[in-house]
């Protein structure tokens, strides 16, 4: 799944998300980061994730990772209510999508947290 989100924000137009990973970065770096930029940062951050987790190799750091991703990912929830929630626990699609993204990502890392350490 982050490979697969990571690839397509790589090309413009290729992600449903673009303009909100793109705004979303755009506030979290105070405008410093935003536009393209923004846009292939976060799929070079999702990337990265995809080929930690596909290598079992630091399951911890992987799951350091995704708690990280995790956090940033849902800040949209808080930055653009008006666009997120459409009244007391109604989401629109957006917020439901981020919301199933937490959901997934706290099955990893519990998964990711109790694989066995390899030394």
Not at 49 to 75: D, K
Not at 80 to 108: C, D, H, R
Request: aromatic letters at 8%; one cysteine or more.
């Amino acid at each position: 799944m982050y490979l697969w989100f990571g690839v397509l924000k790589l090309f413009p137009g290729g992600s449903p998300a673009e303009d909100l990973v793109e705004r979303t970065v755009s506030v979290l770096t105070f405008g410093i980061i935003h536009g393209d930029v923004a846009r292939v940062s976060a799929a070079i951050t999702e990337i990265g994730i995809a080929l930690v987790l596909l290598s079992f190799r630091a399951p911890r750091l992987c799951a350091v990772l995704l708690i990280g991703h995790a956090v940033l990912v849902s800040t949209p929830l808080v930055l653009f209510p008006g666009e997120m929630w459409s009244g007391p626990l109604q989401a629109s699609f957006e917020a439901q999508y981020i919301l199933k993204n937490l959901v997934t990502v706290a099955a990893a890392v519990v998964i990711a947290s109790s694989h066995p350490r390899v030394r």
